[in-house]
């Protein structure tokens, strides 16, 4: 499974966005799709996930409200709305493929394939 994130880029606070996360290869192994983030010198944490059939969503605390995942499965593509962005959550955002279920779907251990990263930049 290859997956290839789009859509960051910069933006003023209060401002949105929509990243996006294609996969292609062997997706029928997709259990799971998350979203993390990972600001300089700080460690990779969770954002959302997204169950691929079932269409379940979770959230981090401090996006519930604010950010939405989405799923488009005709495109093998899930997406990421993030709307009244904060100086904040500017980081690297990552989107991960479970192959099975768990329900610590927010560690990054339970993921099997990463994407390369899209930089997302909050201004004040």
């Known amino acids: 499974v290859q997956l290839v994130e789009s859509g960051g880029g910069l933006v003023q606070a209060g401002g949105s966005l929509r990243l996006s996360c294609a996969a292609s290869g062997r997706t029928f192994r997709i259990y799971t799709m998350g979203w993390f983030l990972q600001a300089p010198g700080k460690e990779r944490e969770f954002v959302a996930a997204?169950?691929?059939?079932?269409?379940?969503?979770y959230y981090a605390y401090s996006v519930k409200g604010r950010f939405t995942s989405s799923r488009d499965n005709a495109k093998n593509t899930v997406y990421l709305q993030m709307n009244s962005l904060k100086p904040e959550d500017t980081a690297v955002y990552y989107c991960?493929?479970?192959?099975?279920?768990?329900?610590?779907?927010?560690?990054?251990?339970?993921?099997?394939?990463w994407g390369q990263g899209t930089q997302v930049s909050v201004s004040s």
């Open positions: 991960a493929a479970a192959r099975q279920y768990s329900s610590s779907y927010y560690y990054t251990h339970e993921y099997d394939y």
């Open positions: 997204i169950c691929w059939s079932g269409g379940s969503t």
